[in-house]
């Protein structure tokens, strides 16, 4: 099984518009980072998205998807919800799986409402099924998230806070994906023992209110124990090459390295 980063960049996009910083008009492709998405291909070929961005189609191209089975959503935050009309061309004949936070459903089936209108047929519209996920009191020790069986293989969900909003992780064997964070619950990083491998976002070296940033996201990592890290929603405030430097002078020797658009990570 693999999973491959769509996107590594935070909201903006990298380069920016109208940004001529070295890093926005680097030659180097790995500074090219669009909005952060992930594609997970499993061993039986089934194909799941985690997060449908608004270059979710020229994402589809290069790596050349031709079919997509299921959707998770982390949270409805525009960079990583506002490509699904784009998911239309594979809903023709089955309305596609999309897994979210109940607050998310409610967000998407407002901002995409003419997906849901009973129309005639035809007229270019996408069509869903929303399967709301509840993390609405994941804060409390009593939660239980439940893994749920998407493509033949388990997924958990793994609320985590994004500033005050309650967002979603996904743990798929012993890897597991979390973006847009900046607080991971006590009951949370229980779900997390074990993990191997980390896909985690850290935004940049400054404090951020609503995300890790690179010292922050090495403190997770160390916590969790995970043996391989990739850092994703980068800014432009780095290049490629510059946040490897940095890793390499305060990750302790600790195979954590940022991701880049392209990249493909085995899930074992």
């Not at 594609?39 to 039986?44: A, E, G, M, P, V």
């Not at 047929?121 to 869903?128: A, D, Q, V, W």
């Not at 033949?152 to 597991?176: D, F, M, Q, S």
């Not at 890793?247 to 600790?254: D, H, P, Q, V, Y």
Request: hydrophobic fraction near 35%; aromatic fraction near 8%.
């Amino acid at each position: 099984m693999e999973l491959e980063i769509l996107g590594s960049g935070t909201s903006h996009g990298v380069p920016v518009i109208g940004c001529t910083c070295p890093v926005c008009t680097s030659q180097d492709p790995k500074n090219n980072r669009m909005r952060t998405s992930a594609l997970i291909r499993t061993d039986s070929g089934k194909t799941c998205i985690i997060d449908v961005g608004p270059e979710f189609r020229i994402q589809a191209l290069r790596s050349k998807i031709t079919s997509i089975d299921a959707v998770l959503i982390t949270h409805s935050h525009a960079d990583h919800i506002h490509g699904l009309d784009d998911l239309r061309v594979f809903t023709r004949d089955i309305p596609m799986p999309v897994y979210a936070e109940s607050s998310c459903i409610q967000d998407i089936k407002y901002r995409f409402s003419y997906a849901f209108r009973n129309t005639a047929r035809g007229g270019g519209k996408p069509h869903f099924n929303l399967i709301p996920i509840p993390c609405s009191s994941f804060a409390h020790s009593s939660f239980n998230s439940k893994p749920i069986t998407i493509c033949g293989i388990e997924v958990l969900p793994i609320p985590v806070y994004h500033g005050k909003l309650c967002v979603l992780g996904w743990r798929i064997e012993n890897t597991a994906y979390i973006t847009d964070c900046s607080q991971i619950p006590e009951s949370s990083y229980k779900l997390l023992e074990g993990t191997k491998t980390l896909i985690l976002g850290a935004l940049r070296l400054r404090p951020h209110t609503t995300h890790f940033n690179f010292p922050q996201a090495l403190e997770v990592s160390n916590r969790i124990g995970a043996k391989n890290t990739y850092l994703i929603h980068l800014c432009h405030d780095f290049s490629h090459q510059e946040i490897c430097e940095w890793l390499a002078s305060n990750a302790a020797g600790k195979k954590i390295e940022p991701a880049y658009d392209g990249l493909r990570i085995t899930i074992q």
